[in-house]
Nanobody
Framework: DVHLVESGGGLVQAGGSLRLSCAAS????????IGWIRQASGKEREGVSC????????YYVDSVEGRFAISVENAKNTVHLQMNSLKPEDTAVYYC???????????????????WGQGTQVTVSA
């Protein structure tokens, strides 16, 4: 069975940093594409980053480019999302998700995912 468990969320002041982690089981990262998606209260889900299974290429939406970094820690089968220079508009529940189709490319906005974690809350105060 595939399982994804996020951790690392919390409350931080604007300009601060957090590192989210997503511990995966049931597959390896050279098989599935992994993405981070967030959902702010009252808004639709927004994909923010993904890492392709084929060559580990990383992709970001414009609003987080240069501030967020996605990475894989293969020894622990864990994906991280390092978030720096956080802004109040980054406040959301953050989910990691896996796309079993994999491949050498992913689109952080439009990749469709097959498995989801439970989410972790990130709150950025002004």
């Amino acid at each position: 069975d595939v399982h994804l468990v996020e951790s690392g969320g919390g409350l931080v002041q604007a300009g601060g940093s957090l590192r989210l982690s997503c511990a995966a089981s049931g597959f390896t990262f050279d098989e599935y594409t992994i993405g981070w998606i967030r959902q702010a209260s009252g808004k639709e889900r927004e994909g923010v980053s993904c890492i392709s299974s084929g060559d580990g290429s990383t992709y970001y939406v414009d609003s987080v480019e240069g501030r967020f970094a996605i990475s894989v820690e293969n020894a622990k089968n864990t994906v991280h999302l390092q978030m720096n220079s956080l802004k109040p508009e980054d406040t959301a529940v953050y989910y990691c998700a896996a796309d079993r189709a994999g491949g050498n490319y992913c689109d952080p906005k439009f990749t469709e995912y097959d498995y989801w974690g439970q989410g972790t809350q990130v709150t950025v105060s002004a």
